[in-house]
Antibody, heavy 122, light 108 residues
């Protein structure tokens, strides 16, 4: 079955760290760029970060730049998001999403995980 | 404030058609391309229903259609069904991937 499964969410204090994982199965993980997208409870979606299929290129939203690091391990078909210096406003459900590219451009996020909740609070 | 603006809510009766708009702020219009639309039921992950403005993924009902004109992209759902009740999010690349604030569709 083609799927993405996130893990690693939880409750963390402001200033703390957390690492999210996203295990991919049912497709050739190494051929797809991947992203993290988050959703504040009751609010809209916010793109957080992306990594190219090779892992050589990474991209971040301004809101997390310098605090979050995206990476991938193709031998384990797993995507990661290392989150440091966490703030209350980082509280959200974090989804990993597969990018479908056409001629080098991402045209859609065509596969999503079920999400993992990160709560930043003292 | 998102670069993409959607109405907070829309409603329609069973069998009717509705349209949800997604407008880009004027200063970013040059980047308004590759619009996609996502359906999200409560507590579920988003699911793409339209991409590249008007293309429909395999398995998505042909009741869903997309269009774009100038600074506004639109998602139209015809023949409303109860299961269409969900949140709908537009998305485009505007100096990074940006989502609209989402529109709650209520089917009466």
């Amino acid at each position: 079955e083609v799927q993405l499964l996130e893990s690693g969410g939880g409750l963390v204090q402001p200033g703390g760290s957390l690492r999210l994982s996203c295990a991919a199965s049912g497709f050739t993980f190494s051929t797809f760029a991947m992203s993290w997208v988050r959703q504040t409870p009751g609010e809209g979606l916010e793109w957080v970060s992306a990594v190219s299929s090779s892992g050589g290129n990474t991209y971040y939203a301004d809101s997390v730049k310098g605090r979050f690091t995206i990476s991938r391990d193709s031998s384990k078909s797993t995507l990661y998001l290392q989150m440091n210096s966490l703030r209350a406003e980082d509280t959200a459900v974090y989804y990993c999403a597969r990018e479908e590219k056409v001629n080098g451009w991402t045209t859609r996020f065509d596969l999503w995980g079920q999400g993992t909740l990160v709560a930043v609070s003292s | 404030q998102s670069a993409l603006t959607q109405p907070a809510s829309v409603s329609g009766s069973l069998g009717q058609s509705i349209t949800i708009s997604c407008t880009i702020i004027s200063s970013e219009i040059g980047n308004f391309n590759l619009v996609s639309w996502y359906q999200q039921h409560p507590t579920k992950a988003p699911k793409v229903v339209i991409y590249e403005g008007s293309k429909r993924p395999s398995g998505v009902s042909n009741r869903f259609s997309g269009s774009q004109s100038g600074d506004t992209a639109s998602l139209t759902i015809s023949g409303l069904q109860a299961d269409d009740e969900a949140d709908y999010h537009c998305c485009s690349f505007v100096r990074g991937w940006v989502f609209g604030g989402g529109t709650k569709l209520t089917v009466l």
